[in-house]
């Protein structure tokens, strides 16, 4: 966002008119006007900080604005590695958060849907001059070199390990798989635990209820899916949290359920399935009706050589769709996706 429009958006967030700011703050309407417009250059510190102040702006968003206006002077657009602004409800991970405020390089991991992106932003709300760059969007080696000096980089979705990395104080990393970089400490993302899954939902609703419990279940834990399910229930008043695990234990329409506005689990599982070799989906399809699978099970139901069954699951494994079943060699799809498979729009 530029440093026009973000301040234009705080001060509509703030609901204050152009006469209201300038009072506030000391700045004339006619300066302010002229900033959210484009028109003018940069504002010098002691301005930015007398907006701010009036705005009542919280620290991350005081150094976000600072940063977009230091982008304007310079010529950069801030749109191409904003961090995308930090949930008000974001739960747990107290142990993950306190890793990332320790590590220079990490490589958050994990399964579709699992929260990664929204820890790295949620770490970086503390951090002044954090840049956000999803490597999914354009050359990322070009975008690496036009962004300012900065305390932090979260480069977001990527696929393989970016290189060379950016001079910057940290370097966080969120994959689906677990990639190799050289002096990163590997954060494998799960699942929330129970009592943090119930309590998320109640954050999103705004009301606690024993069911959501049930329905943190039915979800299997992943934040993806408890925020469509919070997202559910809060934008229908007439729906309870009962209402809603009932919906949600008919597996064949599950992850129909699951479904808000532009989140869907199914469409983030679609992306992840796309992105693996022909064998491993096929495997995929094979295994999805058992309760759990050996490699020389693998071998049988696709019929590759044992040697090359095991490739396949160590793909699986790589892109964090299957898990270890409790016995040795043995595995299991994750809940999601088994649903997709099952039950998924073909």
């Not at 705080?10 to 002229?34: E, F, K, P, Y």
């Not at 657009?77 to 320790?102: C, I, K, M, N």
């Not at 020389?296 to 590759?304: D, M, Q």
Request: contains cysteine; hydrophobic residues 45%; charged residues 20%.
């Amino acid at each position: 966002m530029t440093f026009a429009s973000l301040l234009r958006s705080h001060r509509r967030a703030a609901r204050m008119t152009l006469r209201d700011l300038a009072d506030a703050s000391g700045v004339s309407a006619r300066a302010i006007s002229d900033m959210e417009r484009g028109h003018s250059t940069a504002p010098q510190q002691r301005t930015l900080d007398a907006l701010a102040a009036a705005l009542t702006l919280s620290p991350f968003d005081r150094a976000a604005l600072t940063e977009a206006a230091a982008a304007a002077k310079s010529g950069l657009s801030r749109t191409a590695y904003a961090p995308p602004r930090d949930v008000p409800d974001f739960t747990g991970r107290a142990a993950e958060l306190a890793l990332l405020s320790t590590s220079r390089r990490v490589v958050i991991h994990g399964q579709p849907g699992v929260g990664k992106t929204a820890l790295a932003v949620h770490a970086a709300a503390a951090v002044p001059q954090a840049h956000f760059l999803d490597c999914r969007a354009g050359d990322l080696r070009a975008r690496l070199q036009k962004i300012p000096a900065a305390a932090l980089v979260i480069l977001d979705n990527a696929t393989a390990a970016p290189v060379p990395l950016p001079p910057a104080t940290a370097v966080w990393i969120t994959s689906r798989r677990r990639l190799p970089v050289d002096g990163a400490t590997h954060l494998h993302l799960k699942p929330l635990p129970p009592p943090e899954s119930a309590a998320l939902l109640t954050a999103i609703t705004g009301t606690p209820d024993p069911a959501a419990t049930e329905v943190a279940a039915y979800c299997g834990h992943v934040p993806l899916a408890l925020r469509i399910a919070g997202n559910r229930i809060a934008g229908r008043p007439g729906w309870t949290m009962t209402h809603l695990a009932a919906r949600l234990a008919d597996e064949p329409r599950r992850l129909a359920t699951l479904t808000a506005g532009d989140l869907s689990v199914e469409a983030t599982l679609a992306q992840a399935f796309a992105a693996l070799s022909a064998p491993a989906r096929a495997l995929c399809q094979a295994i999805a009706k058992l309760p759990d699978f050996t490699p020389g099970i693998a071998a049988t139901v696709t019929g590759l050589p044992e040697s090359e069954a095991n490739d396949v699951i160590a793909e699986l494994i790589d892109h964090d769709l299957i898990h270890p079943a409790g016995e040795a060699e043995s595995y299991r799809l994750h809940p999601l996706p088994r649903m997709n498979i099952l039950f998924g729009v073909r």
